[in-house]
T-cell receptor
Framework: EAGVAQSPRYKIIEKRQSVAFWCNPISGHATLYWYQQILGQGPKLLIQFQNNGVVDDSQLPKDRFSAERLKGVDSTLKIQPAKLEDSAVYLC???????????FGNGTRLTVT | GDSVTQMEGPVTLSEEAFLTINCTYTATGYPSLFWYVQYPGEGLQLLLKATKADDKGSNKGFEATYRKETTSFHLEKGSVQVSDSAVYFCALMINQAGTALIFGKGTTLSVSS
C-alpha cells in the first residue's frame, strides 16, 4: 500500500510569513495526526482528526496554527505568522483505528529565518 | 500526565556488541507500548510493539518486553550492526481513550565497524 504522503519536503521562510503543509494519509485510515518534531526532541502532537472531526487540538498554538481535514481524507496545516521557534520537522501520520500503529510520512522540514 | 522517559544518548557501540536502551513510562490507563526507529534522512518507522503486560515485541533482532511491575519497555539487541545506527523512540498509546502516540525524546545509536 502507498504510504503517507507529505509535501513540500523542505520549506524556508522568514519570520512573520505564512506557510502551509499538505498530507495525504494511507487510504482507509480514519485517524490523522500532525506532529511537530523539534531538533533533538521526540515528536509532539499538534492535532488529531477522526475522519473530518477534531479529536484533540489541546497542544495546537491556535493563535498562529490552524489545520483542517476536509472530506476526511487530505489535511493541511498552516502557520500564520511564523516565528523562529516554529523551525522543526512537521510529521503527518495516520492509522486505521484505535490502538493500531501509526504510519508516518517523511515530514516537512521548516526553517524560519 | 502520561509520559515516556528514555535514557539519554548518544549510545556508541562497536559492531556485534549488545544493546540496551532503557524506557520507562507513566500512564493513567492501560497503554500499548511501541518502539519507533528513524534512520538518517528517513521517516519514523514502527520497529516493534506490545499491547499488554508481559507481551514481548520483536523485529529485526530487536526485542522489548512490556513490564507492568516496573513500568518499563527496554529495547535490546544481542548483536548490533552498523546499519542499526539511527534514532530510537519509545512511545505509548492509551488504547481506551483512542489517543495519539506520546513519544520519548529519542536515543541516538551509533554503531562503528
Amino acid at each position: 500500500e502507498a504510504g503517507v504522503a507529505q509535501s513540500p519536503r523542505y520549506k524556508i521562510i522568514e519570520k512573520r510569513q505564512s506557510v502551509a503543509f499538505w498530507c495525504n494519509p494511507i487510504s482507509g485510515h480514519a485517524t490523522l495526526y500532525w506532529y511537530q518534531q523539534i531538533l533533538g526532541q521526540g515528536p509532539k502532537l499538534l492535532i488529531q482528526f477522526q475522519n473530518n472531526g477534531v479529536v484533540d487540538d489541546s497542544q495546537l498554538p491556535k493563535d498562529r496554527f490552524s489545520a483542517e481535514r476536509l472530506k476526511g481524507v487530505d489535511s493541511t496545516l498552516k502557520i500564520q505568522p511564523a516565528k523562529l521557534e516554529d523551525s522543526a520537522v512537521y510529521l503527518c501520520a495516520s492509522n486505521r483505528d484505535r490502538g493500531s500503529p501509526l504510519h508516518f510520512g517523511n515530514g516537512t522540514r521548516l526553517t524560519v529565518t | 500526565g502520561d509520559s515516556v522517559t528514555q535514557m539519554e544518548g548518544p549510545v556508541t557501540l562497536s559492531e556485534e556488541a549488545f544493546l540496551t536502551i532503557n524506557c520507562t513510562y507513566t500512564a493513567t490507563g492501560y497503554p500499548s507500548l511501541f518502539w519507533y526507529v528513524q534512520y538518517p534522512g528517513e521517516g519514523l518507522q514502527l520497529l516493534l510493539k506490545a499491547t499488554k503486560a508481559d507481551d514481548k515485541g520483536s523485529n529485526k533482532g530487536f526485542e522489548a518486553t512490556y513490564r507492568k511491575e516496573t513500568t518499563s519497555f527496554h529495547l535490546e539487541k544481542g548483536s548490533v550492526q552498523v546499519s542499526d545506527s539511527a534514532v530510537y523512540f519509545c512511545a505509548l498509546m492509551i488504547n481506551q481513550a483512542g489517543t495519539a502516540l506520546i513519544f520519548g525524546k529519542g536515543t541516538t545509536l551509533s554503531v562503528s565497524s
